[in-house]
């Protein structure tokens, strides 16, 4: 996943002043209050930025304990998947993670199915094997939603400041999505909904060893199976989880999603859903504008999709990324928004 561009919009407080012939007027007071008043917003406001200096205070107090997902459970996933190793494509590691999300998924009912396909090596030219990971539940039903996150990862930490051939496990890029949709698997079979559900685990997102290689190979060739099938069901939305286990959670609105006329009203149902559960690490406001695996997934398949991702992730792509820097409540936490939102879907 990359960005285009980078942008935060602040909310820019008021200049509040009073003038000397209000000194001995009673509303001077009141306005001095208002001044005090701004002037705490203001404080507030800087006061609470996040430590890469670009993230607003949007910190609910919401426990582990109080939220109805398996936070713990999901991490322990997380956890168990870094412990794999690095899970690049066409690697061991990744033979090792495909072989335990297609027994966990099975497990929890779903019919499992892996979609295959070989891609050019971008330094080698040997053929590379992927394969997407599908996982159905209600496979006779018509209407379904897709939930999707990439399961590999970047093969060399690119961006570690040490050393950008050392080892890189993903915990965050990578691990969380998958980590959550495991923990989500339990939940699907007792949703109450009358949608079939697919649970896609994209390969090939970023097996990228230069910037210029080419991204999102699982995604844009589910995309072009898709469409080439003509299959009998049609998805109603889909939403792509990646890098949702920080610690310090912040997700804003992509500007990607929120530029498709057909995903607006999605990303603004997932965060009135937030919204209503009190979810504050959604927040309701644009920043970046992400390029991942919806891109194919919409502009080649036409699937309504949005991207739920937060970006401001100090560690990105190092090999800092590791599951200290992710936490069960984050992970609680957008399982929660996610589950909510598919069990309001009439
Ligand atoms: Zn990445």
Redesign the pocket.
């Known amino acids: ?1 990359e960005q285009d561009e980078r942008e935060l919009t602040q909310s820019n407080p008021a200049h509040a002043a009073s003038s000397g012939r209000w000194a001995m007027h009673p509303m001077f007071w009141g306005a001095v209050a208002v001044t005090g008043g701004l002037l705490a917003v203001y404080l507030a406001f800087f006061h609470d930025r996040g430590p890469n200096g670009s993230a607003e205070a949007a910190v609910s107090r919401l426990r582990l304990e109080d939220i109805p997902f398996n936070g713990t459970r999901a991490y322990e996933y997380l956890k168990q998947l870094v412990a794999i190793g690095p899970r690049p494509s066409g690697s061991a590691g990744m033979a090792a993670q495909q072989k335990l999300v297609a027994e966990h998924f099975a497990k929890q009912g779903a019919q499992v199915e892996f979609q295959q396909f070989g891609v050019r090596h971008p330094v080698d030219g040997s053929t590379v094997p992927m394969a997407n990971v599908i996982a159905r539940w209600h496979p006779d039903r018509q209407e379904r939603i897709l939930l999707c996150a990439h399961y590999d990862t ?1 093969p060399l930490p690119m961006l570690d400041p040490v050393d950008p051939r050392g080892t890189f496990v993903g915990a965050n ?1 990578g691990a969380s999505g998958v980590a959550l949709l495991m923990e989500l698997a339990h939940e699907i079979p007792r949703l109450q909904t009358h949608l079939g559900i697919d649970v896609v685990l994209l390969d090939g997102e ?1 097996f990228i060893f230069d910037r210029n290689d080419r991204y999102f190979l699982g995604s844009e060739w589910f995309a072009r199976q898709h469409i080439a099938a003509r299959p009998p069901f049609r998805y109603r939305w889909g939403v792509l989880l990646d890098m949702i286990g920080d610690a310090d959670l912040q997700i804003y609105q992509d500007r990607t999603s929120m530029g498709w006329r057909d995903v607006r009203p999605l990303v603004e149902d997932i965060w009135a859903t937030a919204a209503r559960l009190g979810v504050r690490e959604f927040i309701p406001r644009k920043k970046h504008a992400v390029q991942d695996d919806h891109v194919p997934l919409h502009d080649i398949a036409g699937i309504s999709i949005c991207d739920i991702i937060d970006f401001d992730y100090p560690p ?2 190092t090999q800092g990324d590791t599951a200290d820097k992710c936490s069960a409540l984050s992970l609680a936490k957008v399982g929660w928004v996610v589950r909510e939102w598919l069990a309001s879907l009439r």
């Open positions: 996943m970047l890029d970023e990105w792509h």
